[in-house]
């Protein structure tokens, strides 16, 4: 059966796409995730922090549906987690800090590989792919194998590979992890694109200058999501005057 | 007399020239940084200076010895923090550290007292399997690993790559305390701030070293004048200064934007901003700074690309 792509009959009265609720995910005694709640506008940039082991991945999984929680909800992208986790699958994108392309084959076939998981039809996937390589500046590499790219373009093009099924939300677990500061200002100029049109950025980063590119943000630390807010916000409220000494100070106490 | 000392290293994997002649000497007792990003030859110069791989050509010496001929001597006295981690991740953590000091015919007992900063924050987990530890507590792992054998010099392949501004502080700190027990270390890393941290920094790109020298040097040599201001539509601002008719150069840098003018600021600043207020800009705390490390990365890769 052929997955459809587009979604143009539900119902779409909230203003959020991610609806977090209480969400707790336990692994024998220990609780990863400790009854977060919180909520993601439609076109927000939203950054998720938290130092390494306040169980950020365990979060990023559930609302991805690649881990059940051990109790409360959420809804994403319209969808409930608990019973449409087919649904969100088709209405996210996800990159992760270890690109999800494979280095043996070219530009085209990667995100051709994508693109037909995903189910969209042969012509239109053609269409789709040239233009976001043309918007890459791509269009010339597309019979180029993937492991001889410059690891900045193979950034944008995973990044453009998430986005090709056209979701909702799309989720960036590190991104711009290891490359130069003018590439990682390039890939934000994307991002920022991207979310002018319409879609969700769920974005983590060590980065903390990264950070206060984001709409709002909020700092995990072991298990919990107690501070959320515009970066201004967070650095009033912590009386800092960076975000990277606001999360010094929160993680610290 | 220098305790690395490399002239003209080149190093190529088939058609890539990884490594297009390097130099630079470290002295003993200095905490050297290499500054650079994924893919710019980090990891290729540094299994180059622990002698796992053997360079097309150049002078090479670490600890006055020469690579080629006296590796094994080298490795003696060296120890090596990989960029991936490379501990056994099914061994407790004690089990590890016992592993690698035997391996160097040491103990823990004889060279506690190098570790014992680290070891202290360490030890709650010692019977944990390694793989099951944090990112942080695996660095610090890896850095007692590392030490065990009371090595002269450190190399640490980007030891804070993915892990968080907190551990990176603590890890910084638990360097400056290395060093105070006169072990020289060059470390690379692809973060901007830790280069300050360093005694001398080199930045690296696509093979070369772009620039050299104490981090202060460096920012002291910044060719413009650099302007921060503040706004909260920085993407708006950056699509209007496509069209800034001065001649500067412009980025994000968290919520605000640097601007690198190359004229003298006094006649300059105030068409600058006429051109932001006619054009319905809000901005805020406009000044001059003085730049950092990052802010003279990007300077000088994009005079070479503006060349």
């Known amino acids: ?253 | 007399m220098s305790i690395i000392s490399v002239t003209d290293l080149h190093k190529s994997y088939g058609s890539v020239h990884a490594l297009k002649g390097i130099s630079f000497n470290v002295e003993e007792g200095e905490i050297y940084g290499v500054v650079g990003p994924d893919g710019a030859g980090k990891s290729t110069l540094f299994n180059i200076l622990t002698t796992l791989l053997l360079p097309d050509s150049g002078e090479v010496s670490v600890l006055h010895k020469d690579i080629r001929k006296d590796f094994l001597e080298i490795r003696k006295y060296i120890g090596y923090l990989p960029g991936t981690f490379s501990l056994y991740p099914d061994l407790s953590v004690e089990e590890n550290l016992i592993f690698f000091a035997t391996m160097y015919q040491s103990s823990i007992k004889e060279n506690m007292g190098i570790i014992k900063p680290i070891w202290q924050q360490l030890s709650p987990f010692k019977n944990r399997p390694a793989g099951k530890l944090s990112g942080g507590m695996k660095q610090k792992l890896a850095l007692c690993c590392a030490l065990i054998h009371k090595p002269i010099l450190l190399f640490l392949d980007e030891p804070t790559t993915g892990v968080d501004p907190v551990s990176r502080k603590e890890f910084w700190e638990i360097l400056k305390t290395i060093q105070q027990q006169n072990i020289s270390v060059l470390v690379s890393t692809p973060y901007m701030d830790e280069a300050t941290l360093c005694d001398r920094i080199a930045l690296l790109q696509e093979g070369q070293f772009i620039k050299m020298d104490s981090p202060q040097a460096i920012i002291d040599s910044f060719q413009g004048n650099l302007v921060t201001l503040h706004t909260h539509d920085i993407f708006n601002l950056l699509h209007l200064m496509e069209q800034c008719p001065f001649h500067c150069n412009f980025y994000p840098y968290g919520e605000h934007l640097h601007v690198i003018f190359y004229e003298d600021l006094t006649t300059i600043l105030p068409s600058f901003e006429k051109f932001l207020q006619d054009n319905n800009q809000i901005y805020n705390n406009i000044q001059q700074i003085k730049p950092t490390i990052e802010d003279c990365f990007i300077e000088i890769t994009t005079e070479k690309k503006n060349l």
């Not at chain 1, 779409?12 to 024998?28: A, H, M, N, R």
Request: with cysteine; glycine share 6%.
């Open chain 1, 1 to 253: 059966m052929r997955l459809p792509f587009q979604h143009t009959n539900i119902v779409e009265d909230s203003p959020y796409s991610i609806e977090v609720k209480e969400l707790t995910k336990q692994f024998g005694d220990f609780t990863a995730v400790d009854h977060i709640s919180f909520n993601v506008k439609k076109g927000e940039i939203f950054g998720f922090l938290g130092a390494n082991g306040a169980g950020k991945t365990t979060a990023i999984r559930m609302l991805c549906t690649l881990l059940m929680p051990t109790s409360g909800s959420a809804r994403i992208a319209g969808y409930d987690l608990a019973k449409e986790s087919k649904m969100i699958k088709r209405n996210i994108g996800y990159m992760s800090q270890k690109f999800s392309l494979y280095d043996d084959l070219t530009v085209y076939e990667n995100m051709q590989l994508f693109g037909t998981i995903y189910g969209i039809p042969k012509k239109e996937l053609k269409d789709r792919i040239f233009s976001s390589l043309k918007m890459l500046e791509l269009e010339n590499k597309y019979k180029t194998l993937v492991y001889s790219i410059p690891l900045g373009w193979k950034q944008k093009l995973a990044f453009a590979t998430a986005m090709l099924h056209r979701p909702k939300i799309v989720f960036l677990d590190e991104p711009t992890s290891g490359v130069d500061p003018i590439v990682r200002r390039e890939f934000w100029n994307l991002i920022y694109e991207t979310a002018a049109q319409g879609v969700t950025i769920f974005v983590t980063t060590h980065y903390m200058d990264e950070a206060e590119y984001c709409g709002r943000i909020s700092i995990m630390s072991h298990g919990q999501l107690k501070l959320i807010g515009t970066p201004t916000e967070l650095k009033e409220q912590m009386e800092a005057d960076s975000i990277e000494k606001v999360f010094v100070k929160f993680v610290v106490r």
